[in-house]
C-alpha cells in the first residue's frame, strides 16, 4: 500500500514539474513530504514506468536522462544555451517516423528499434538575453520576453 502510494507520487511529480524533469528534480520535490524516499527508488521507478510505456524517456548525450508524462509521439528541442528542453508539435509525427524507418529499412541493412530526433537550438528567452546584451541593455534583460518585446527589440536594432 505504502510502496503502491509512493509509486503514483513519482509519477504524479513528472506530471507536474514543468519541462521534463530528471530523477534528481523528482526526488527533490518528493523528499520533503517523503522523508524516506530514496534516490535510488525514484529512478528504479522512472525506469519501470518507461518500460510500461506509462512515461518516456529522454536520453540526451552527456546530460541526466529527462522524464516525460507526455507518451504521444512528438519531438523535442534542447536549447543550446540553457539546457531547456521543449515540446515540438510536428503534425502526424508518429506516422512519419513510421516512414522514415521503412524508407531507411528499405535502402540499408539496418533494423530500427528506435528513432530519437534531437533538435538542438536556441530558445526564446536565450535569443532575448543574447540581443539586450549585445544592444548594451543587458541591465534591464527580463528573465521571460514576450514576442512583442522581441519583435521591438529587432526594430531598435533595426
Ligand atoms: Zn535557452
Ligand atoms: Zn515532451
Redo the contacts with the bound molecule.
Sequence with gaps: MRHTKQKERILQAVRTIPN?PTAEMVYDLLKPTNPRLSLATVYRNLNLFASQGKL?KLDIPSEPARY?A?VHP?A?GVCDVCGMLM?IQIERYGDFLVDLKKYIERREDFRISDITMQIRGVCAACRAAAESAAAGTAGNAAAEVTEEAEEELKAANG
Aim: net charge negative; charged share 30%; no cysteine.
Design positions: 521534463h518516456l516525460d507526455n512528438h523535442h515540446d
